[in-house]
């Protein structure tokens, strides 16, 4: 993100004061899936280390269930979960709508604010370029202008020794240049004119361009989300509503998945863990691209993977909890294995004996 930004401001696509503004408001965005994470991974390291350190032997030796440990992790998670949902449904549209309109700001501000001394700079509707050769007293007062301006099939060329930005009553700004000179070529046609001026005026930008900022689906209020329906929007809010439930769903799956062998290390369980949290994330953007594209409506697809979640950590306690059952996959697998060695035992005396 930070490569990326600098990479903006260097290449001229936003202003090198906004980059510390940017990053913040990006961050902010970013900040829910930093949050899932920590709790996800916390929870998920403190249960491992107790099996290795053999805690947990201590723990169901004393009478505990794995379930006691639901009530604690809650307790921990409680905080994150809300602060996912405050930063998912207020700061993020905010940081997106704010990040907006500094992008917007810069590309509607006046042509000759963005103009570097030295440096040709096309104006934000690519059809005039403007070189200065300095900037006397303020940012609004330039020096030895020029001016190359394309439209309706007739180019222009005005130069000037000095310029200064105007505002008239109509809010309209204004480059007024004094002391120059207007060339106009005619395309296609032999046709050239020359006018000397004393005061020229350019319209540079007008007062009927208003910054409304990004009204996109991700920068708008969930409140504007809900008024308007529209299949951008549900998608959007999809995404917003997983992120809290994301977050309540991977910490109490991580109970019973942080179960590991004292005497084997935790890399196989963590890896685990990750790839459940990338096809999570990757099965949540499926259900918001399919309600974006009118596939499935909101009702049917906000809910299906966070109860596919939330049975898997069903399975996963009882998996755990019925360790010691009869009939557990690997207590079968032992008393077949003991069974065996049992009628291997019981061969050998009788291979004695005769």
Not at 75 to 94: C, H, M, R
Not at 109 to 130: C, L, M, T, Y
Not at 284 to 311: C, D, E, K, N, Y
Not at 320 to 347: E, F, I, T
């Amino acid at each position: 993100m930070l490569i990326k930004i600098l990479g903006q401001a260097a290449g001229g696509q936003i202003a090198s004061q906004d980059v510390v503004a940017l990053i913040g408001f990006q961050s902010l965005n970013y900040m829910p899936i930093l949050l899932i994470l920590t709790g996800y991974i916390s929870v998920l390291l403190v249960v491992t280390r107790s099996y290795q350190d053999s805690e947990m032997v201590v723990w169901f030796a004393s009478g505990q269930s794995l379930v006691r440990w639901v009530r604690p992790v809650l307790e921990f998670g409680l905080p994150i979960i809300i602060l996912t949902a405050i930063l998912s449904f207020v700061a993020t549209p905010w940081a997106n709508n704010q990040s907006a309109q500094y992008r917007e700001r810069f590309e509607k501000r006046e042509d000759i604010s963005r103009v570097s001394p030295g440096k040709f700079q096309e104006s934000a509707a690519a059809n005039r370029i403007f070189f200065v050769e300095g900037i006397s007293g303020d940012s609004t007062k330039v020096k030895n202008v020029f001016v190359n301006t394309q439209q309706e099939g007739k180019n222009s060329i005005v130069v000037a020794k000095e310029g200064n930005l105007e505002i008239d009553k109509n809010g309209d700004k204004f480059l007024i240049l004094s002391k120059g000179r207007r060339y106009d070529v005619l395309a296609g046609k032999n046709e050239f004119r020359q006018m000397e001026f004393e005061r020229y005026g350019v319209l540079v930008a007008s007062n009927s361009q208003a910054e409304n900022g990004d009204r996109s689906a991700q920068a708008l209020p969930t409140a504007d989300l809900l008024k308007d329906r529209n299949g951008f929007n549900m998608g959007e809010l999809l995404w917003r509503l997983s992120l809290p439930l994301m977050a309540l769903c991977l910490m109490l799956l991580a109970i019973p998945l942080s179960f590991v062998n004292p005497r084997v290390g935790r890399s196989a369980s963590l890896l685990i863990a990750l790839l459940l949290y990338v096809s999570y994330s990757n099965v949540t953007s499926i259900f918001q691209a399919a309600v974006v594209q009118g596939r499935w409506s909101f009702m049917l697809a906000w809910w299906p993977m966070h109860l596919i979640v939330l049975f898997i950590v069903g399975l996963l306690f009882m998996w755990r909890l019925n360790v010691n059952s009869r009939w557990h996959p690997l207590v079968m697998w032992s008393a077949v294995k003991h069974a065996r060695l049992l009628k291997v035992k019981s061969s050998t005396k009788e291979s004695a004996a005769a």
